[in-house]
């Protein structure tokens, strides 16, 4: 994959290299097969946990080969590596911890992607990504839409089947844009929603209506949330976000005029902030930015030029886009 240098090449979760070699996925018998083969990595999901190794570089995904009774649940197909290697996930919804298991959970073996993903490798965290989203969605998806009735997974987990009227249902995904809006003075705007800690502040981020360009979305967003009209709308990168089932894209925009007129439904506080004023607050822990894995820090650290240091690195909290 070729990606153009003016847009951020370092985000978390979007440089899994994985081939999901869609092809296969009709054939009746693949994860029969797949199951039965010792070489096959089974990514293992306990709800929204998996297990993990440390590194001397971070973490790693603990795979392990499939084992007597992996077929008894869901298991979806994730694709190939590039020297042939199958990968799949268990999609484990009804697993009960044993006491030895509440205390590897405890002990940090088992891990969301929210907690993990900025230490995982870009292999191991786009597979963890690509396993969420597909059990977010099967979660969410057991009815039909149209007639109520029972889906079934078909195609390795790639699509559900409606037992009533046969209809076809494929995994969705939720595109919001999310923008690091500066004012002419090239400070930066910081905002926090009302279900946020009192000191959180992030960028601005919304999802794309019907009908709608992103270009156009970046635009609406800000002037709903803060009455602030944009201009100079640039595109700088897209993130999966399977928090449950986004896509994060970001940009940059220019404020027209700084002054502020903020949704209290949707912004608790929003201000402007200078590099100096960023960079001060958050090692002070006045300010607490959003996580390392998420694109939201990306754009922050991108216009304030280079990584900052936070008092206490968060765990990526609850935001609009994690809630549809």
């Known amino acids: 994959m070729t990606l153009s240098s003016e847009t951020l090449l370092e985000l978390s979760l979007s440089n899994g290299a994985l081939d999901r070699d869609a092809h296969v996925r009709r054939e009746p018998e693949l994860l029969t097969g797949l199951l039965a083969d010792p070489a096959t990595r089974v990514l293992h999901l306990r709800g929204d946990r998996a297990r993990t190794q440390p590194t001397d570089e971070g973490l790693r995904l603990a795979l392990r080969e499939p084992e007597p009774g992996d077929g008894d649940h869901l298991v979806v197909y994730l694709g190939r590596d590039g020297g042939g290697s199958a990968y799949v996930a268990l999609l484990d919804e009804a697993h009960e911890e044993t006491q030895e298991e509440a205390q590897e959970s405890a002990d940090e073996q088992w891990q969301t992607l929210r907690r993990a993903g900025a230490s995982l490798g870009d292999h191991d965290s786009g597979l963890f990504a690509e396993a969420l989203a597909l059990a977010n969605w099967h979660r969410t998806h057991t009815h039909c839409p149209r007639c109520g009735a029972t889906t079934v997974p078909r195609e390795a987990g790639w699509v559900r089947q409606c037992e009533q009227d046969g209809s076809e249902h494929y995994p969705r995904t939720d595109m919001a844009v999310i923008m690091a809006v500066t004012d002419e003075d090239d400070r930066i705007l910081l905002a926090r ?11 601005l981020a919304g999802f794309v209506e019907p009908g709608e360009s992103l270009e156009a979305a970046v635009a609406r967003e800000v002037l709903e949330e803060v ?17 449950p089932a986004s896509l994060m894209v970001g940009f940059t925009a220019r404020a027209v005029s700084a002054q502020l007129r903020l949704d209290p439904v949707e912004i608790a506080a929003a201000s402007w902030y200078t590099r100096e004023e960023v960079a001060q607050r958050a090692a002070s822990g006045q300010l607490r930015l959003s996580s390392r894995l998420s694109i939201a820090r990306h754009l922050i650290e991108e216009w304030y030029g280079g990584p900052l240091t936070q008092a206490e690195e968060p765990v990526e909290g609850l935001r609009a886009v994690d809630r549809r």
């Open 227 to 243: 009455g602030v009209t944009v201009t100079d709308v640039r595109y700088r990168g897209s993130q999966p976000w399977p928090f």
């Open 193 to 203: 929603g009302p279900q946020w800690h009192e000191r959180s502040g992030s960028v």
